[in-house]
C-alpha cells in the first residue's frame, strides 16, 4: 500500500519530529506551570514536578497511540486503558514508598 511505502520517508520523519517537539513543548510548559507554586505562594516539590512530567509523558504518547490505532477491540480497549492505569498506580507506589509521611525531617524532596 501506499502507506507502508512512504512509512519511513524524509518527509514522514520530519513530520513525526515536529510532532515530537510539539508535544516536548507542552510538556515543558505544563512542568513550569505545575512548578509555578501551590496557593499558598510556596514552590511544589522535586516528588510533584516528577509525578507531573511522568503523567504528562503518559498523557501524551497514549492519546498518540490512541489517534493511531485503527481497530478498538476489547483486547486493545484491556491493554490500552489497563497501562494508562498501571502508570498512575506505579506514580502512587512510589509516592508511597519514596515519600512516608513519617519520613525524617531532612527529606526535603517530598512534598
Known amino acids: 500500500t501506499e502507506e507502508r511505502r512512504d512509512a519511513l520517508s524524509i518527509s514522514r520523519f520530519a513530520l513525526w ?3 515530537a517537539i510539539w508535544q516536548g513543548v507542552i510538556i515543558a510548559l505544563t512542568l513550569i506551570y505545575g512548578l509555578s507554586g501551590d496557593q499558598g505562594g510556596g514552590n511544589v516539590g522535586l516528588d510533584h514536578a516528577g509525578m507531573l512530567l511522568a503523567s504528562m509523558v503518559v ?7 490512541g489517534i493511531l490505532v485503527r481497530y478498538w477491540t476489547l483486547i486493545t480497549h484491556f491493554f490500552f486503558w489497563g497501562s494508562v492505569l498501571a502508570s498512575y498506580v506505579v506514580l502512587l507506589l512510589l509516592d508511597v514508598i519514596m515519600c512516608p509521611d513519617s519520613a525524617p525531617e531532612p527529606v526535603q524532596a517530598c512534598g
Request: hydrophobic share 30%; charged share 20%; proline share 0%.
Open 17 to 19: 519530529e515536529s510532532h
Open 59 to 65: 498523557c501524551t504518547v497514549t492519546l498518540k497511540l
